[in-house]
């Protein structure tokens, strides 16, 4: 068959403008991931990181985010049973889950959680993920955390503090865990999370007066105290990472009926292209309502 150079050109101008995406395009294809969180709430046994990997895989995800406290070890052992076990199902680890807290008046307190950060920045790259959530903390004026979530985060900060010097606090932590995010070529995504991050204003403040290419946003679809959609505006131009809930069988805290369509409009909109992580919070068994929310997601984010 002869043809000729443009005729190959204009095939493949073809194919870029009619029936698949541009290059442009395929860069902002948003991918599928699905946290450990989804199959373990705290309250039970722990689910094993091994069994959501190999039911990632069949469901067709491409990624699993890890759960720090879900981990059975830390070993180098079991760390690379991890990473085979992905690699030979096709799937990424995307994001590692801490739970840590700069929100104290103590020094020594905040260099204890400093270091924790800065050893999980080390644990996320051994694993091969590209960033590590990341939490503000918050004041611990509501002990329980069932009790911080009947008042949808709102906690009064502690006597004789403001949330001026908590802002601080968490700056400077971060600040210090810089070098090693740098280092070990691994992100922070700082989320909305329960405590000083609920409020979106606070957290682009956090984020804006570090002022790093790493530190990022991890942008949590469930964990807005009020109307979802007009913080999830101001947080989409920012956001380095979704987490997207989902509560089948009535989520374990509250309940939410999430717009996945207006959502992955909101983001297309603010030309967002990377990782949607699914955290299913509901007490629905997890593989039955894990499925179905891929379902929603796919469906959202095609």
Known sequence: MNISRRGLWAAGAGLALGGRASAAEEKKRIRLAVSTYSYWHFRTE???IEKVIEHAA???????????????????????????????????????????????????????????????????????CGAIRLNSGRWKTIPSFNDLMKVKGNEPPLAGYAESDAVKWCVDSIRECLPWSQKYGVMMALENHWGLTTKTETLLEIWRAVNS???GINMDTG?????????????????TIVQAKTYYG????YTLNLDYPRIAATLRKAGFGGWVSLEMEGKEAPEGAVEKSLAVLRSAFA
């Not at 964990?223 to 956001?239: C, D, Q, S, T």
């Not at 009535?250 to 805290?253: D, K, L, P, V």
Request: glycine fraction near 8%.
């Open 250 to 253: 009535g989520g374990e805290w």
């Open 223 to 239: 964990n807005f105290p009020g109307e979802p959609y007009p913080e999830i505006e101001k947080l989409a131009p920012h956001a």
């Open 46 to 48: 722990k689910y094993p």
């Open 58 to 128: 069949r469901l067709g995800f491409e990624g699993v985010e890890i759960l720090h406290r879900q981990m059975a070890s830390e070993t180098p052992e079991y760390i690379a049973n991890l990473k085979q076990l992905a690699f030979r199902h096709g799937l990424s680890f995307p994001m590692l889950s801490i739970h840590q807290d700069f929100v104290s008046p103590k020094e020594e307190e905040r260099a204890k959680h400093i270091a924790h950060t800065r050893h999980c920045i080390e644990l996320a790259a051994q694993l091969g």
């Open 213 to 215: 290419p790493w530190l």
